[in-house]
């Protein structure tokens, strides 16, 4: 446990800190997938809202046309002006459609990136402070195990 939560740790860092100090401000279509941006000029489309479970989806148009679905982790307020929303880029995962079809939301037939707005560097630091943990969790519990196994070591010998 100790051992993969340093990998783990050391593979979280590294993304952490590949991310800029701030996103750069783009249009949709000069951005690019895995990108952390902050994307200007979105319109969101109220009537294509959609809330499942604790995640908000949103379909949105770029003023190049493009279609781009904004995930938020909250029932986020939708405004219909043109407006700038940060987050990273994805493309859409089979799972996150079939969820969306199957709660009654379509998407357009051509190709749809998301935008999840809670994405970035505050994952990404918050899973080293969780991996950072587990790594000395884990280090406790080998420790103890080997005091454990020194002392029925000891006890054998003495027998």
Known sequence: ?????????????????????SP???????????????LSGLALRCDRRRTIGDYTYVLGR????????????????????????????EGLHPNLARTL???????????????????????ELTGCWVLGALALAGAALVWVGLSDRRKLKAEAISL
Not at 1 to 21: D, H, I, K, W
Not at 24 to 38: N, S
Not at 102 to 108: E, H, I, Y
């Open 101 to 123: 079809d199957r709660n009654g939301f379509s998407l357009p037939p051509a190709e749809v990136t998301v935008l999840c707005t809670w994405c970035g560097p505050g994952n």
């Open 24 to 38: 750069r401000t783009a249009a949709l279509e000069d951005a690019h997938a895995g990108e952390w941006v902050k």
């Open 62 to 89: 770029s003023d190049g046309g493009r279609d781009v679905l904004a995930s938020f982790r909250s029932n986020e307020e939708c405004e219909p002006r043109p407006r700038e929303l940060t987050g990273t880029l």
């Open 1 to 21: 446990m100790a051992l993969a939560s340093v990998v783990g740790e050391v593979l979280t860092l590294r993304n952490y800190l590949a991310y800029p100090s």
